[in-house]
């Protein structure tokens, strides 16, 4: 079973587009994350969910959306595309002291 | 805030050598740290981690080492494979609870034969 899920794996579309990406754990966990990494692999937090809560929100633009219908689960959503926003994006999970930080596999989001 | 930076973009290191990944970070209120591994298309894999009231913590052919006094935090990665070839990144949590890691740049691991 895998522990930090998120689909698509890959997702090409154009500009301007709103585009979803979902994230599910089954590891227990109260708290959800999402990351950008950026062409030079570089990671940077975007949001975390805890307990169905906003935690942290950083300067990301508000076309970017989570959306936690249960704690299992944080969902991505973007409005009106841009080409900059083509990166990898990951979500993860961890209890509440950050034991147990765990990443999903990735979401490769290319705007042409 | 908190800054996380690490020594080297690139360590070539010969198959069975031993392998030392170095990173630095800002915040002196930082309190728990961890080491990632990311290969080629896949999400970061956790290795170790150690929290401030450690210095020293091993694993399984890896070993973490933490000196609070100049903000430093090394990963030795014993008789290195060619399975260990990756990009390594440190990760610090400073503020507790789910505030989320701040992560370095990365270090690229390459396997000589």
């Known amino acids: 079973d895998t522990a930090v899920s998120q689909t698509p794996k890959y997702l090409v579309t154009q500009m301007g587009n709103d585009k979803s990406i979902k994230c599910e754990q089954n590891l227990g966990h109260d708290t959800m994350y999402w990351y950008k990494q950026d062409s030079k692999k570089f990671l940077k937090i975007m949001f975390s969910y805890n307990n169905k809560e906003l935690i942290i929100n950083e300067t990301v633009p508000n076309r970017f959306s989570p959306k936690s219908p249960d704690k299992a689960h944080l969902n991505l959503h973007i409005n009106s595309l841009e080409l900059g926003d083509s990166a990898v994006y990951f979500c993860a999970s961890s209890h509440s002291d950050n034991s147990g930080y765990t990443f999903g596999s990735g979401t490769r989001l290319t705007v042409v | 805030g908190e800054s996380v930076g690490l020594h080297l973009p690139t360590l070539s290191v010969q198959e069975g050598d031993n392998s030392i990944i170095n990173c630095a970070y800002s915040n002196s209120a930082s309190d728990y740290f961890i080491w990632y591994k990311q290969e080629s298309g896949k999400g970061p894999q956790f290795i170790i981690d150690?929290?401030?009231?450690?210095d020293k913590r091993q694993g399984q052919r890896v070993t973490v080492l933490l000196n609070k006094t100049v903000k430093h935090l090394s990963l030795q990665i014993a008789a290195t494979q060619p399975g260990d070839s990756a990009v390594y990144f440190c990760?610090?949590?400073?503020?507790?609870?789910?505030?989320?890691?701040?992560f370095g740049k990365g270090t690229h691991l390459i396997i000589q034969p």
């Open positions: 990760a610090v949590n400073s503020g507790g609870g789910a505030d989320g890691l701040t």
């Open positions: 150690i929290r401030s009231n450690m």
